[in-house]
């Protein structure tokens, strides 16, 4: 009998239902492809309906989010929402209650796409950044005193217990041996100045390596060194593991040296529960409706999904595929100057399948 998956598709704001329209008709295309059955459930969760209606998220829409296989999101964020309502109440908060615990964010340069770094091309930039995703500064632990006086005082504290960095150092050197790339592990921290946190991090990252992990090389980096290494040698990364603040900065960074937002995928993974999956550019309002963004950051984000799933074969496949686009149709990777519409671009993949 062929396998069957519940997603549920969380379109959202701007141009995330754009873009997540065509990972749908991406996904839909390799299930047929490769004799699996994909339900998609859209949810309309997003700046629109808080506007409408005022609430943020509904308290049932992790228990809902529950019944699925997966989550395929669009993006969250509405200009005419305060910014931090919207990425908190639903972007945050399902990340939080649903315990996806991993973010994993590939870097990867695919053939045809521009690169920013000079003399750098696809053999160089490859690797995959696994970013703590439950922890850190996104706790929200801190708070005012003195609020709106002279001796205002703001706390925002970096928290982390042993539970939580073992745990996400177990899924990245279980990553970086499955991947059996370069075998190396690097841990990006902050020891030279965060001498609590990243402490317990380097001695539970040396500690799980010497015991479990023999084959794996354990490499360290200081955060800013690291953004400075993603520049100039990005060739010595394979898997670098590190705290939820520093692995959304430097996301970024490796995001623009592959070519940029249109690109880029991500999942928040719960190797035991639902994970949910984006393309990390967010909701791009210019473009809303102009059928002009690039959709292969949310196809990319598909692919990540069946990989999740065990549909490794078919992930393989979208990702082969989206290279040949990259390398032989689009001209570039920004909004409106691919060659192509948005919609174009999702049934050249599709059909390429
Ligand atoms: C990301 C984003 C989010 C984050 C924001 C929108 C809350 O920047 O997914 O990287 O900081 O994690
Ligand atoms: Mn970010």
Known sequence: MSKSY?????????TGPEVAREGVKVLEAAA???????????????????LRTG?????????EMR??????????????????????????????ELDQYINLR?????????CPLKDKGPEHIDYVVVRENTGD??????????KGTPNEVAIQSSVYNRFQVDRCLKFAFEYTRKRNKKNTLALCGKTNVLTYVYDLWERAFHEMGEKDYADIRRDYYHVDATCMWMVKNPEWFDVIVTGNMFGDIITDLGAITQGGMG????GNINPEGVSMFEPIGGSAPKYTGKNVINP????????????????????????????????????????????????????LVASAL
């Not at 019944?67 to 945050?92: S, T």
């Open 6 to 14: 519940q997603i549920a598709v969380i379109g959202g704001d701007g």
């Open 32 to 50: 047929a492809k490769f004799g699996f059955t994909l339900n998609f459930e859209d949810y309309d969760f997003g700046g629109e309906r808080y």
């Open 55 to 63: 609430e943020v998220l509904p308290d049932s829409a992790s228990e």
């Open 67 to 96: 019944k699925h296989d997966a989550i395929f999101l669009g993006a969250i964020g509405h200009p005419d929402v305060k910014p931090g309502i919207l990425e908190k109440g639903i972007l945050l908060r399902l990340r939080f």
């Open 106 to 114: 590939p870097v990867k340069l695919f053939p045809g796409v521009e």
């Open 137 to 146: 500064l996104y706790t929200g632990t801190g708070g005012f005193t003195l």
């Open 263 to 266: 690109i880029a995928a991500g």
């Open 296 to 347: 292969l950051a949310a196809i990319c984000a598909g692919a990540m999904m069946l990989e999740q799933l065990g549909e490794e074969a078919a992930a393989k496949a979208i990702e082969a595929t989206v290279m040949d686009v990259t390398a032989n149709k689009l001209k570039s990777l920004a909004a409106g100057k691919m060659g192509y519409t948005t919609t174009e671009v999702g049934d």
